[in-house]
C-alpha cells in the first residue's frame, strides 16, 4: 500500500513538471503549427537559471523559505527568451514543417553548448533548499512538502491558463487565430503579436517547469534532450494541440513510468514508448486529438 | 501566337517535371574523386570518408522517403543502429565475419523491422508522421540502453574486424580500413547509388512523387498510397541498415547513440544541408557535414552551437540546400530568370 502511494506521489509530481512543457508544446502547435525541438531546451534553462537565481537570493540574504517564488520569478524571467527566438521562427511560418522542426532542433544544439559555456559540463545541483518546507505525512508515506506544492502550482498553472484561453478576450483572440490566422488578421488582429505573445507563454512554461525540477535533482547537460521525447510522448498519448490531452498525456507517462522505476527499472522508458505506440494504434489521434492525421 | 503565354508559365512546371539525370552523374563524379582520393589524401581524411560512405547510403534511402515521398521521418537513426547491431551481434557472439553475410543480415533485419514500423508509420503524414518515427526510434535506443546483459548498455558492443570476399586483411587497423574497406564500401556507395537511382526513375518513383505532390489524387488515378509509402520506407530502413553497418565496422563499435534521436536530426540535417530536392544533394550534405563537424570540433569544444547555428540559417537562407542553391544560380545564369 505505502509502495502504491509512493509511485502515486513520485509519478504525479514528475507529471506536474512534465504537464508544463507539454503544455507549451501544445500551445505553440495548437496556433503557430510549430512543434518546438527545442522545448527541452526551455526547461533545462530553467532548470539552469532557477539554481544560479536562488543561490544569487540566497547569498543577498534572502531567507531560503521564500526560494519557491523565487524560482517561479526565474523561471518566468527566463522565459523572455523566446521573445527573440519567435523573431528568428517568424521567417519561416509559411515554410514546410519539416523546416520548422530542424530550425528548433537547431536550436536546441546550441543552447546544448549555451549550457555547457555557461555552467559546465557536470550537472549542477542546488544547495540545501529542497527540504526547507519539510516533509508531509501523506497515507503513510513521508513526502517532502515540496513536491506537493509544485504539484499544486501546476494545478493551478493549468487552471489559470485554462481560464485565460478560455474566458479572456486576449485567450479569445488567441484561440482565434489558432483557428485560422488569416481570417483572425482580416478582423484586425495582429497576428504577429500574438505569435509573439503565445510563444514566449509556451516558454515561460517550459523555463517555469525546469525551474520547478530542479531542487528536487539536478540540473544537467543531458536534460534537455531527454525531456523532448517524454514531452513528445505525452502530447502523442493526449494528442497533438489538445491542452486537456496535455494534463492526461503528462498523468500517463509520468505514472508510468514511477511504476516502472519501482517494478522493472529496466523498463523505465521502455514503457513509456509502448504506452505510446498502443495508443496510437488505438486511437491514432491521441485520447483527446482530433480526428485527421 | 500562343507564344507569350508561353514565356511565363512553363519555366517552373518544366523544371520540376524534368529527370534530372545530372543528379546521377554528380553522384558518379563525386565516387570518382573518391576512388582517387587514397594516392593523395593523408590516412585521417580517408578515415573521415568513412563515415561520410555510410551516412552517404543510409541518406540515399533516407531521401527516397523525404524528398521523394514527402515523408519526414525523425527516427531514422534507428536503422543504423539496427544496422550497427546486426554487426556487432554476428561478427562478436557469433563469430560470423563474412561482411557479406553482415550486409545481407543487416538488410533483412532493418528491413523487417520496417515492415512492422512503417506499417504504423505509414498511415500518417507530416508531423505526425515524424514524430511515431521517433517515438520508435527512441524505442529502440531504450531497448539498447538498458538491457545491459543482451546489448551491453551505454558501453555497447565491439564490432570486430570483418572478411571481405571471405578473405582476411593483415595489418593495422587503419591499413585495413583506409585501404581494402575503403574501396569495399565505396564501390557498395556506387552500387546502391545506382540502384536507387533506377527506383527513382522507375514506374514505382514516379508513384512516389505523385503522392507527394497530391495523395489525393494520386489515389484517384490508383496509386496503392498504403503499399507505396510502406515499400518506400522498407527501401529506406535497408539502405539505413547498410549504412549502419558501415559506420559500426568504422569505428569499431555498436553504441546506443546511434539509434538516439538527436542523431536521426543530424541526418535531417545532412540531407536538408546538401539540398533534399535532389538526387546527390543529400550525398554532398553528408560530406559537408561530416568535413564542418570535424573541423569545427578541431577548433572548438563548443561544435554544437557552430553546427546549430548554421542549421538555422541554412533554413532561414538557404532551403533548398547547397545543391538547389547551386541549381538556382546555374539557372539564373542560363538566363532562366
Given at each position: 500500500?505505502?509502495?502504491?502511494?509512493?509511485?502515486?506521489?513520485?509519478?504525479?509530481?514528475?507529471?506536474?513538471?512534465?504537464?508544463?512543457?507539454?503544455?507549451?508544446?501544445?500551445?505553440?502547435?495548437?496556433?503557430?503549427?510549430?512543434?518546438?525541438l527545442a522545448c527541452g531546451s526551455f526547461y533545462a534553462l530553467?532548470a539552469y537559471?532557477?539554481?544560479?537565481?536562488?543561490?544569487?537570493?540566497?547569498?543577498?540574504?534572502?531567507?531560503?523559505?521564500?526560494?519557491?517564488?523565487?524560482?517561479?520569478?526565474?523561471?518566468?524571467?527566463?522565459?523572455?527568451v523566446?521573445?527573440?527566438?519567435?523573431?528568428?521562427?517568424?521567417?519561416?511560418?509559411?515554410?514546410?514543417?519539416?523546416?520548422?522542426?530542424?530550425?528548433t532542433f537547431g536550436f536546441l544544439l546550441m543552447f546544448q553548448d549555451v549550457f555547457r559555456f555557461l555552467w559546465g559540463a557536470t550537472p549542477r545541483?542546488?544547495?540545501?533548499?529542497?527540504?526547507?518546507?519539510?516533509?508531509?505525512?501523506?497515507?503513510?508515506?513521508?513526502?517532502?512538502?515540496?513536491?506537493?506544492?509544485?504539484?499544486?502550482?501546476?494545478?493551478?498553472?493549468?487552471?489559470?491558463?485554462?481560464?485565460?484561453?478560455?474566458?479572456?478576450?486576449?485567450?479569445?483572440?488567441?484561440?482565434?487565430?489558432?483557428?485560422?490566422?488569416?481570417?483572425?488578421?482580416?478582423?484586425?488582429?495582429?497576428?504577429?503579436?500574438?505569435?509573439?505573445?503565445?510563444?514566449?507563454?509556451?516558454?515561460?512554461?517550459?523555463?517555469?517547469?525546469g525551474?520547478?525540477?530542479?531542487?528536487?535533482?539536478?540540473a544537467s547537460l543531458d536534460m534537455a534532450v531527454e525531456l523532448v521525447?517524454?514531452?513528445?510522448?505525452?502530447?502523442?498519448?493526449?494528442?497533438?494541440?489538445?491542452?486537456?490531452?496535455?494534463?492526461?498525456?503528462?498523468?500517463?507517462?509520468?505514472?508510468?513510468?514511477?511504476?516502472?522505476?519501482?517494478?522493472?527499472?529496466?523498463?523505465?522508458?521502455?514503457?513509456?514508448?509502448?504506452?505510446?505506440?498502443?495508443?496510437?494504434?488505438?486511437?491514432?489521434?491521441?485520447?483527446?486529438?482530433?480526428?485527421?492525421? | 501566337?500562343?507564344?507569350?503565354?508561353?514565356?511565363?508559365?512553363?519555366?517552373?512546371?518544366?523544371?520540376?517535371?524534368?529527370?534530372?539525370?545530372?543528379?546521377?552523374?554528380?553522384?558518379?563524379?563525386?565516387?570518382?574523386?573518391?576512388?582517387?582520393?587514397?594516392?593523395?589524401?593523408?590516412?585521417?581524411?580517408?578515415?573521415?570518408?568513412?563515415?561520410?560512405?555510410?551516412?552517404?547510403?543510409?541518406?540515399?534511402?533516407?531521401?527516397?522517403?523525404?524528398?521523394?515521398?514527402?515523408?519526414?521521418?525523425?527516427?531514422?537513426?534507428?536503422?543504423?543502429?539496427?544496422?550497427?547491431?546486426?554487426?556487432?551481434?554476428?561478427?562478436?557472439?557469433?563469430?560470423?565475419?563474412?561482411?557479406?553475410?553482415?550486409?545481407?543480415?543487416?538488410?533483412?533485419?532493418?528491413?523487417?523491422?520496417?515492415?512492422?514500423?512503417?506499417?504504423?508509420?505509414?498511415?500518417?503524414?507530416?508531423?505526425?508522421?515524424?514524430?511515431?518515427?521517433?517515438?520508435?526510434?527512441?524505442?529502440?535506443?531504450?531497448?539498447?540502453?538498458?538491457?545491459?546483459?543482451?546489448?551491453?548498455?551505454?558501453?555497447?558492443?565491439?564490432?570486430?574486424?570483418?572478411?571481405?570476399?571471405?578473405?582476411?586483411?593483415?595489418?593495422?587497423?587503419?591499413?585495413?580500413?583506409?585501404?581494402?574497406?575503403?574501396?569495399?564500401?565505396?564501390?557498395?556507395?556506387?552500387?546502391?547509388?545506382?540502384?536507387?537511382?533506377?527506383?527513382?526513375?522507375?514506374?514505382?518513383?514516379?508513384?512516389?512523387?505523385?503522392?507527394?505532390?497530391?495523395?489525393?489524387?494520386?489515389?484517384?488515378?490508383?496509386?496503392?498510397?498504403?503499399?507505396?509509402?510502406?515499400?518506400?520506407?522498407?527501401?529506406?530502413?535497408?539502405?539505413?541498415?547498410?549504412?549502419?553497418?558501415?559506420?559500426?565496422?568504422?569505428?569499431?563499435?555498436?553504441?546506443?547513440e546511434?539509434?538516439y534521436w538527436t542523431h536521426?536530426g543530424n541526418?535531417?540535417f545532412?540531407?536538408?544541408?546538401?539540398?533534399?530536392?535532389?538526387?546527390?544533394?543529400?550525398?554532398?550534405?553528408?560530406?559537408?557535414?561530416?568535413?564542418?563537424q570535424?573541423?569545427v570540433m578541431?577548433?572548438t569544444q563548443y561544435w554544437r552551437f557552430v553546427m546549430g547555428a548554421v542549421l538555422v540559417?541554412?533554413?532561414?537562407?538557404?532551403?533548398?540546400?547547397?545543391?538547389?542553391?547551386?541549381?538556382?544560380?546555374?539557372?539564373?545564369?542560363?538566363?532562366?530568370?
Amino acid at each position: 500500500m505505502t509502495e502504491l502511494v509512493d509511485v502515486i506521489l513520485g509519478g504525479t509530481f514528475h507529471a506536474a513538471v512534465l504537464f508544463l512543457v507539454a503544455a507549451g508544446l501544445q500551445l505553440v502547435f495548437g496556433v503557430q503549427k510549430i512543434v518546438n525541438l527545442a522545448c527541452g531546451s526551455f526547461y533545462a534553462l530553467g532548470a539552469y537559471f532557477g539554481i544560479t537565481a536562488v543561490g544569487i537570493a540566497i547569498k543577498l540574504g534572502m531567507p531560503p523559505v521564500l526560494f519557491l517564488p523565487v524560482l517561479i520569478v526565474a523561471g518566468l524571467a527566463i522565459g523572455l527568451v523566446g521573445l527573440p527566438i519567435e523573431r528568428v521562427l517568424r521567417t519561416i511560418y509559411r515554410r514546410d514543417e519539416s523546416y520548422q522542426l530542424l530550425i528548433t532542433f537547431g536550436f536546441l544544439l546550441m543552447f546544448q553548448d549555451v549550457f555547457r559555456f555557461l555552467w559546465g559540463a557536470t550537472p549542477r545541483t542546488m544547495d540545501n533548499v529542497y527540504l526547507v518546507y519539510g516533509t508531509t505525512n501523506f497515507l503513510g508515506v513521508r513526502v517532502p512538502t515540496y513536491n506537493l506544492l509544485v504539484i499544486a502550482a501546476s494545478l493551478a498553472i493549468a487552471v489559470g491558463l485554462g481560464l485565460f484561453l478560455e474566458r479572456t478576450k486576449i485567450g479569445r483572440i488567441v484561440r482565434a487565430t489558432a483557428e485560422n490566422r488569416d481570417m483572425a488578421e482580416g478582423l484586425g488582429v495582429n497576428a504577429s503579436k500574438i505569435f509573439a505573445l503565445v510563444f514566449t507563454v509556451g516558454c515561460m512554461l517550459g523555463t517555469v517547469g525546469g525551474a520547478l525540477v530542479v531542487p528536487s535533482g539536478a540540473a544537467s547537460l543531458d536534460m534537455a534532450v531527454e525531456l523532448v521525447v517524454e514531452s513528445f510522448a505525452v502530447v502523442v498519448i493526449g494528442g497533438l494541440g489538445s491542452m486537456r490531452g496535455a494534463l492526461v498525456g503528462a498523468l500517463v507517462v509520468g505514472l508510468m513510468r514511477a511504476a516502472a522505476i519501482s517494478l522493472v527499472p529496466e523498463l523505465e522508458m521502455l514503457s513509456v514508448y509502448l504506452v505510446v505506440v498502443v495508443v496510437l494504434i488505438v486511437r491514432p489521434a491521441g485520447l483527446f486529438g482530433k480526428a485527421t492525421a | 501566337m500562343s507564344n507569350q503565354s508561353i514565356d511565363i508559365a512553363p519555366e517552373a512546371v518544366a523544371r520540376r517535371a524534368a529527370p534530372r539525370p545530372n543528379g546521377l552523374w554528380a553522384l558518379l563524379g563525386l565516387i570518382a574523386v573518391m576512388a582517387v582520393m587514397p594516392w593523395i589524401a593523408s590516412p585521417y581524411a580517408l578515415l573521415l570518408m568513412l563515415p561520410f560512405i555510410g551516412y552517404s547510403i543510409a541518406l540515399l534511402g533516407f531521401n527516397l522517403l523525404f524528398g521523394t515521398t514527402g515523408l519526414l521521418s525523425f527516427g531514422h537513426a534507428l536503422f543504423l543502429g539496427v544496422g550497427a547491431y546486426t554487426a556487432a551481434v554476428l561478427t562478436s557472439k557469433f563469430g560470423v565475419l563474412s561482411f557479406e553475410l553482415l550486409l545481407i543480415t543487416a538488410a533483412l533485419v532493418s528491413g523487417l523491422i520496417s515492415l512492422v514500423v512503417g506499417a504504423l508509420c505509414v498511415r500518417y503524414t507530416r508531423i505526425f508522421f515524424g514524430m511515431l518515427t521517433l517515438a520508435f526510434g527512441m524505442l529502440f535506443h531504450s531497448f539498447l540502453f538498458k538491457f545491459y546483459s543482451v546489448t551491453g548498455g551505454d558501453q555497447g558492443m565491439r564490432v570486430l574486424r570483418p572478411l571481405l570476399l571471405g578473405m582476411e586483411w593483415r595489418g593495422g587497423k587503419t591499413a585495413f580500413l583506409t585501404g581494402p574497406f575503403y574501396y569495399y564500401a565505396l564501390i557498395l556507395f556506387a552500387l546502391l547509388g545506382l540502384a536507387m537511382w533506377r527506383i527513382t526513375q522507375s514506374p514505382f518513383g514516379l508513384h512516389l512523387r505523385a503522392i507527394r505532390e497530391n495523395a489525393g489524387k494520386a489515389a484517384y488515378v490508383g496509386v496503392q498510397i498504403f503499399r507505396m509509402r510502406l515499400a518506400a520506407f522498407v527501401i529506406s530502413a535497408i539502405y539505413g541498415g547498410i549504412g549502419g553497418t558501415i559506420l559500426a565496422v568504422t569505428t569499431g563499435l555498436a553504441d546506443p547513440e546511434l539509434a538516439y534521436w538527436t542523431h536521426s536530426g543530424n541526418l535531417v540535417f545532412m540531407a536538408v544541408l546538401g539540398g533534399s530536392g535532389t538526387f546527390a544533394g543529400p550525398a554532398i550534405g553528408a560530406l559537408v557535414f561530416v568535413v564542418l563537424q570535424d573541423f569545427v570540433m578541431s577548433i572548438t569544444q563548443y561544435w554544437r552551437f557552430v553546427m546549430g547555428a548554421v542549421l538555422v540559417l541554412l533554413v532561414v537562407f538557404m532551403p533548398q540546400g547547397l545543391s538547389g542553391t547551386i541549381e538556382a544560380l546555374a539557372n539564373r545564369r542560363h538566363g532562366g530568370r
